[in-house]
């Protein structure tokens, strides 16, 4: 459910820099209810598609979910949604299956039942799921359905973050930076927000602002970053963005600007040619 709303509990990872920041761990809660796979919408083309879900097509049931889910395209009625997503995963469709087992994790529209909820994910994890990976990758770090397994988990969010999956990005490269279930590697920490922060992840969008401000000292592309991630409305970043602006000139803040507006998704907003403040921009080695 990338877009969805619903807060759970925290993700027990330290924060970038140490401090007390309640947003960093709010992260994977976010994430797990974003963790909803919202891919595969109906086509155009079915004329009726309740009835190509009551005569059990996969495919169909779990857009369909998607849609009741959503309240796009349809009444909202997660009630509903869950029992589609139950038809399909039941079928074998991966999608559904790691959807199904969220609901039981959150407690959304079933009973909360974290066993179930991993007994589903591991389903749609056997079939490569990255969406499935990220969730399960949470309950084994947390200990929720499963014993806690930190290692198993980094391990799960680094299959589902090659495969491109922005939540699991930004919880490896929190792991990697706290040395939590992997050895501490600042280097790798920011590959991986990086990435995350290239597909338009706020918080690795943030940590990465914080990055640059506090090591590598190119506060011209922290602004851009912390601009990106408080145009998505994060508060934690629209404070980072007016603290750090106090201590940029007037160029330097148009410059932040201009790489914030020109940014698209995939841009790893690369240091700036020249540093208007005279210092050169410096990422720890990271590209």
């Known amino acids: 459910m990338r877009n969805f709303v619903p807060f ?4 027990l990872l330290l924060p970038i820099y140490g401090c007390s920041d309640q947003s960093s761990n709010k992260k994977v809660s976010s994430n797990l209810l974003t963790g909803i796979v919202k891919r595969q919408t109906l086509e155009k083309n079915i004329p009726d598609p309740k009835n190509q879900a009551d005569a059990g097509d996969a495919q169909t049931q779990y857009s369909l979910g998607n849609m009741y889910y959503f309240g796009e395209g349809a009444p ?6 869950v029992g589609l997503w139950q038809k399909a995963a039941v079928q074998g469709y991966a999608d559904a299956q790691s959807n199904l087992g969220l609901s039981y994790f959150n407690g959304d529209g079933v009973p909360k039942d974290t066993v179930k909820a991993v007994e589903w994910y591991k389903k749609a994890v056997e079939q490569g799921n990255a969406q499935a990976q990220s969730n399960l990758a949470i309950a084994y770090f947390l200990g929720e359905g499963t014993p806690q397994d930190t290692v198993k988990a980094v391990d799960l969010w680094q299959e589902a973050a090659v495969q491109g999956n922005a939540s699991a990005q930004y919880n490896l490269g929190k792991a ?19 990435k995350a922060a290239a597909q338009g992840d ?10 640059y401000v506090k090591r590598g000292k190119d506060n011209i592309r922290a602004y851009a970053w912390f601009n990106l991630a408080a145009a998505q409305g994060n508060e934690r970043a629209t404070k980072w963005r007016n603290f750090i602006e106090k201590s940029l000139t007037p160029a330097e803040r148009e410059e932040g600007k201009r790489l914030a507006s020109k940014w698209k998704i995939g841009d790893t907003l690369a240091a700036s040619s020249t540093d208007l ?11």
């Open 8 to 11: 759970l509990f925290a993700l």
């Open 76 to 81: 909202k009625n997660i009630a509903k949604a």
């Open 176 to 194: 990697y930076y706290n040395g939590i279930g992997v050895p501490r590697d600042v280097n790798k920490a920011i590959e991986w927000y990086q």
């Open 202 to 211: 706020e918080d690795a969008q943030i940590n990465l602002g914080i990055y």
């Open 277 to 287: 403040s005279g210092s050169a921009a410096s990422d720890n080695g990271n590209k």
